[in-house]
């Protein structure tokens, strides 16, 4: 007895019969309209949410559009229309202007910092080298060979151990039982 398989659909939709009409021949000035802008425009965003606004911080602090789509529930797509959106510009710029001067303060401040006690610990180790101990000299060394790249690796290998004593005991109790013999008694 056959069952008509075939008749059963095991993934996806039900096929539907295509049908075509031609309505006229193509000509070579329709292939020139495939490279043609569609003129497709996504419509302007009327208001600017709270996630347009965690969004274009995230995008103003320099996160990467994956990271920030994660975040903000946006697709990658989304994001990219949004980016060439006239409002949501003129908000990332907002919160792109003031980071973007802070941290540059931030930055070259530090950078001047630091190269103003580079320049007076070498002044002093060419003028006097007898007032740094081997140990701040060591540090030295071992600090500018860290944030140089050069520094010290280590690595680290955790072990577990299950010694499951709980099981161990059950397992000498029930040896015990089974021999017959059990000490009673009172510790003191």
């Known amino acids: 007895m056959e069952l008509g398989a075939e008749l059963f659909r095991t993934h996806g939709r039900a096929a539907k019969p295509l049908s075509a009409t031609v309505l006229r021949e193509l000509e070579p000035s329709d292939l020139q309209l495939l490279g043609q ?5 996504p419509s ?16 103003a602090m320099g996160m990467d559009h994956r990271q920030a789509s994660a975040i903000a529930n946006y697709s ?5 229309i949004l ?3 006239p409002a949501f510009k003129e908000l990332l710029e907002f919160y792109r202007l003031p980071y973007e001067e802070t941290s540059r303060d931030i930055a ?3 950078a001047e ?7 007076e610990l070498i002044q002093r180790l060419a003028e006097e080298p007898e007032k740094f101990t081997v140990g701040q000299l060591m540090e030295v060394s071992k600090m500018g060979a860290d944030r140089t790249g ?3 690796q280590s690595s680290s290998t955790n072990i577990n151990v299950n010694v ?6 059950q397992a000498a109790r029930q040896r015990v039982a089974s021999r017959g013999t059990l000490i009673e008694g009172e510790v003191r």
């Open 150 to 152: 050069f520094g010290p």
């Open 83 to 85: 980016l060439s959106d």
């Open 164 to 169: 499951d004593l709980a099981s161990r005991l």
């Open 108 to 110: 070259q401040q530090f």
């Open 113 to 119: 910092l630091t190269k103003d006690a580079n320049e």
């Open 44 to 59: 302007p965003i009327k208001r600017l949410s709270e996630r347009h606004h965690a969004l274009a911080r995230n995008l």
């Open 37 to 41: 802008e569609k003129g497709s425009v």
């Open 76 to 80: 990658e797509s989304r994001i990219s």
